[in-house]
């Protein structure tokens, strides 16, 4: 952040260094309940292929960013693809397990899910040292497209019967949500 360009001088530097995973997370959680819907719709593997879209725009654009504006759009582009592809992959498994080894699935994926999170933000800043941060999102780019790839011959498609039932995400279901304190201060803190 502090080698973009950009005149952000009215925000202290602390803040600027936050501000792209800030809007990154900010982005994600809104848009996660909406790939869910699409997920529903539209089945998760054209979800999770066209989350890959923006993702991998994202990752290029971040490596690309020549100013903090820059930057901080390509991370929020990602973050919407990040979140069609998780919720199209905890959809596929939902669809594709036993009601009775659901919750072991979706308790596999989301332990697999924070590994990955954990383990690829050490070896990305590893590597950032190494060979730049530019470089890693240009890595992060082709392993996402690697994942296309596999998720082609993995992922079946198609909406099960099941799906196709569930309700569609509606603003009265994010009211509702909001008016949660608990929950508000959950994600918020």
Known sequence: VRSLEGDISWLPSEVLIGLPIT????????????AGTWADRYGAR????????????????????????DLILSRALTAVGYAMCT???QS???QVTVKQQRARGVSTFF???MSASICGTA???????RIGGRAVFLCAAVLALIAGVLALRMLGGGVTAESERRPRLRLADLRFLLRNWRFVALILF
């Open 111 to 113: 332990g697999v899910l």
């Open 123 to 129: 070896v990305g800043g590893i590597l950032a040292e």
């Open 23 to 34: 809007v990154y997370m900010a982005t994600l959680a809104v848009a996660t309940p909406f």
């Open 92 to 94: 596929f498994i939902i």
């Open 46 to 69: 054209r979800i999770f292929l066209a989350g890959l879209v923006p993702a991998i725009i994202g990752f290029v654009g971040s490596a690309l960013a020549t100013t903090v504006f």
């Open 87 to 89: 919720i199209a992959a």
